[in-house]
């Protein structure tokens, strides 16, 4: 973030991705709340590693809906709101499957007609991991609440993008080998993708390519909102914190999708999430579909 005089202002950030500043020469913490909108807490700041990192105009953009959190404890929801979100959830991907029918059925012919191979793509996502540690019983709160497993498979489908033999065209896309340092600065999608098909690109330009995604809602699959969907060859670079986001269903669309999108890099993409479970609430969930809303009609980051 730059400061009145155009300088850099110097920020902390954690291995999770919380972010401080520091002000210059008072040695005092603050909350970003001129870049992260909707900072709303800042969790004990004992035992968090911190190191130095400067934000750029386009690292202001991605923080965008961040909220700051140094522990990432798992918000449980109660009884009456997980029936309210399974309930809102089938509503939503009943109704949207039958009035986009007509849409979907005309994508996928366009599809077909385009390039060879189906309109559907499968792919083995990692979902929710339902055994969570339990310590003892005098363990604290949040020792309780570790997960440690990174996800379980299930099949999510979208409608295809690529060309149907794209594995084969460009398999050193699909190696998925990364050494820490590429892990710090990956992102893994680019508007010149070289396996996209022309009705992909703008399918993945209006976002349209997820409209099958409700059939994995209705199925209880994934939910209307949560963290996004991790494919099994990256689950082995997650870190134990990283891994909490496992902790609730993966979701259709999530804080990564409101705050850059295919901007972020893998690391920010995987720090929003693990804030989202820290921080899980209806009142976020109705913030980011808002901040979707708007993320779809403007396509900013969507490639």
Known sequence: MLDRRGRFRIVFESCCGELLERSRGKGRMSTMGRIARNVRNVRNLRNVGLAAHALTKTDAFRLRGLVVADTPEL????????FLRRAVDVAVAATMLILTAPLMLAIALWIRRDSPGPALFWQVRMGKDRRVGAAPG??????????DMAGRPFRFVKFRTMYADARERFPELYRYEYSPSQMETMIFKSDDDPRITPVGRWLRKSSLDELPNFINLLLGQVTLVGPRPEIPEMTPYYTETQRTKFAVKPGITGAAQISGRALLTWKETVALDVEYVANRSLRRDVEILIGTLKAAITGRGAF
């Not at 005098?138 to 997960?147: G, I, L, N, T």
């Open 138 to 147: 005098d363990a604290p709160r949040a020792e309780r609440r570790k997960v």
């Open 75 to 82: 918000a449980h929801d109660p009884l009456p709101a997980r």
